[in-house]
Nanobody
Framework: QVQLVESGGGLVQAGDSLRLSCTYSTYTFSASIGAWFRQAPGLEREFVAGINWGGGLTYYADSVKGRFTISRDNTRKTVFLQMNSLKPEDTAVYYC????????????????WGQGTQVTVSS
C-alpha cells in the first residue's frame, strides 16, 4: 500500500509563494504518476497539475498555468508543487495523488491520496 504525506501549506498574502511537498512511502507502477488536486469549501475537487515518472512531462490546469510548477525528486520519493503569485482564489485544501497513467485529470483516475494540506491566501 502506497502512503502519501503532504507538507508545506500555510497562510500567505496575495502575491506570495509556497512550496508543497508530497512524500511517498514507496513507488509502484500504479503510483508512478504524480499529481496535485485542490478542493475549496463547497466545491468539487479539481485537478491542478500532473507529472510523469521521469519528471520530463508535466500538465496543468489553465487556472494555474504559468504560476505553479510541479516537479519530482525520485531519489527522495517526493513530488513538489511550487506555487508563485498566489491569489485568494487559490485558497483550498491541496491533495497529493498518485496513479498509473499520465495525462488524466479526474480524481477517479488516481489510486492513492494524501490527507491534504491547507493553503490560505489573504487579499
Amino acid at each position: 500500500q502506497v502512503q502519501l504525506v503532504e507538507s508545506g501549506g500555510g497562510l500567505v498574502q496575495a502575491g506570495d509563494s509556497l512550496r508543497l511537498s508530497c512524500t511517498y512511502s514507496t513507488y509502484t507502477f500504479s503510483a508512478s504518476i504524480g499529481a496535485w488536486f485542490r478542493q475549496a469549501p463547497g466545491l468539487e475537487r479539481e485537478f491542478v497539475a500532473g507529472i510523469n515518472w521521469g519528471g520530463g512531462l508535466t500538465y496543468y490546469a489553465d487556472s494555474v498555468k504559468g504560476r505553479f510548477t510541479i516537479s519530482r525528486d525520485n531519489t527522495r520519493k517526493t513530488v513538489f508543487l511550487q506555487m508563485n503569485s498566489l491569489k485568494p482564489e487559490d485558497t483550498a485544501v491541496y491533495y497529493c495523488a498518485a496513479g498509473g497513467k499520465y495525462g488524466l485529470r479526474s480524481s477517479y483516475d488516481y489510486n492513492y491520496w494524501g490527507q491534504g494540506t491547507q493553503v490560505t491566501v489573504s487579499s
